[in-house]
């Protein structure tokens, strides 16, 4: 059983910060790729920002140099510091984990968090 557990959302005011984790456990052969999405109302889930492979990271326009994606290998957790926040950051942000939790997996499971409200007032 696969569990991302997320943590650190919440309301904050526009400038300010915000930093979410997300923990991965359970049955992990290895882990392909983490990353955050987020879908705001009336919109689509979309990329925020992910590790790909070789540890490159990938980050919405919308977003750089203002989040940053990090991540505790050991400790199968991902972090998203979120600074300068606007308004328009307001989303339920998505934890998402690729990886293989079997020895007979050919390709990697798709995992998703339960996701987390982050609220940015003007």
């Known amino acids: 059983q696969v569990q991302l557990v997320e943590s650190g959302g919440g309301l904050a005011q526009a400038g300010g910060s915000l930093r979410l984790s997300c923990e991965v456990s359970?049955?992990?052969?290895?882990?392909?790729?983490m990353g955050w999405y987020r879908q705001a109302p009336g919109k689509e889930r979309e990329l925020v920002a992910t590790?790909?492979?070789?540890?490159?990271?990938n980050y919405a326009d919308s977003v750089k140099g203002r989040f940053t994606i990090s991540r505790d290998n050991a400790k199968n957790t991902v972090f998203l510091q979120m600074n300068s926040l606007k308004p328009e950051d307001t989303a339920v942000y998505y934890c998402?984990?690729?990886?293989?939790?079997?020895?007979?997996?050919?390709?990697?499971?798709?995992?998703w968090g339960q996701g987390t409200q982050v609220t940015v007032s003007s």
């Open positions: 998402n984990a690729r990886l293989y939790n079997s020895a007979y997996d050919v390709a990697p499971r798709n995992y």
């Open positions: 590790f790909t492979s070789g540890s490159t990271t």
């Open positions: 359970g049955s992990i052969t290895s882990i392909s790729g």
